[in-house]
């Protein structure tokens, strides 16, 4: 009997023990959420962590409320950490609002696919998450309008970089055909230079040679003088016969006017005179075949006169 009390008031004592637990962690709990709703996040994540770790409550909707007080106050770090750690809960409301606050939080630092997976793991937890649902779609457009702007900023990119290409390639071929130009320059100069020492050498050699014949051309200029000098001679004699005998004829001329002015004077008869012309025609012909035989060019030395 007395056992029987003894284990009676354990018990009881028990019983008021437990019974005086709960009334704290429901006190704790009340307290930590009217701190969260009025924005005392730090008394709220006090209550929470005296519930976890010093009554050793295992309540993953404490967690995920500590996790989003964290969050409240911008302490990714712990708020990351709690909401990591009931990812995988067997509460699917509690999954569903943990996958739906990571990706929050990856859309907050533009990791659209890791976003998008979260909200559709928070989906899948929990169909009816209408918050999750309207962020995968916010974010699912938002990634294909990253994927639109890049593939165009890699088409301008690709563009940029075949127009440099196609510049860089210009300039290349624009400095190939300056040095070839300057090379042709280079080289049409130093033909000219060369052509004009040639010509200068050339000038110069026939300066000299003007100004020292060979003796093939000083005999033929000789020759030549020579027999130009012949052909003057030749003229020379030429011309002086002709004057000699147009004189002769002349003084001929003058004879017979003589002659015939003198007959008159004498009243010779006709066939007197004309024995005295046929006799003056005689002599004139005979002057003539003695003139014949006179040389019309001076004798040359050592040959005879025929």
């Known amino acids: ?11 009881v004592s028990s019983s008021f023990g437990e019974l005086d637990r709960i009334a704290k962690i429901n006190k704790l709990k009340k307290e930590a959420k009217e701190a969260y709703n009025s924005g005392n996040f730090d008394k709220a994540i006090d209550n929470y962590h005296y519930l976890l770790d010093t009554l050793q409550m295992e309540d993953d909707n404490i967690t995920l409320n500590l996790a989003n007080a964290y969050f409240q106050k911008k302490d990714t770090t712990n708020a990351f950490n709690n909401y990591e750690s009931i990812i995988n809960s067997e509460n699917k409301s509690v999954r569903s609002v943990a996958h739906q606050q990571l990706g929050i ?63 860089d390639q210009q300039d290349k071929d624009q400095k190939n055909q300056d040095k070839k130009d300057g090379d042709q320059e280079n080289e049409d100069q130093q033909n000219q230079d060369q052509q004009s020492e040639d010509e200068k050498g050339q000038e110069k050699d026939q300066q000299e040679k003007d100004g020292k014949p060979d003796e093939k051309d000083k005999e033929g200029e000789e020759q030549k003088k020579g027999e130009k000098d012949d052909t003057k001679k030749e003229d020379a004699d030429e011309k002086q016969q002709a004057g000699e005998e147009n004189d002769k004829k002349e003084g001929d001329e003058e004879n017979m006017s003589s002659v015939s002015e003198k007959l008159k004077e004498m009243k010779m008869s006709p066939e007197k005179a004309k024995m005295i012309l046929e006799a003056l025609k005689n002599k004139e012909i005979q002057y003539y075949q003695q003139n014949k035989h006179k040389a019309t060019k001076p004798k040359s030395s050592g040959k005879p006169d025929w």
């Open 1 to 11: 009997m007395k056992y029987l009390v003894l284990t009676v008031l354990v018990m």
């Open 105 to 167: 939080m990856a859309n907050r630092t533009k990791k659209y696919e890791e976003a998008l997976e979260h909200f559709k793991q928070a989906l899948k937890a929990d169909p009816t998450n209408e918050e999750a649902r309207y962020n995968y779609e916010m974010v699912k457009k938002a990634l294909e309008n990253q994927k639109d702007q890049n593939n165009q900023d890699q088409d301008k990119n690709d563009e940029n970089k075949d127009q440099q290409d196609q510049k």
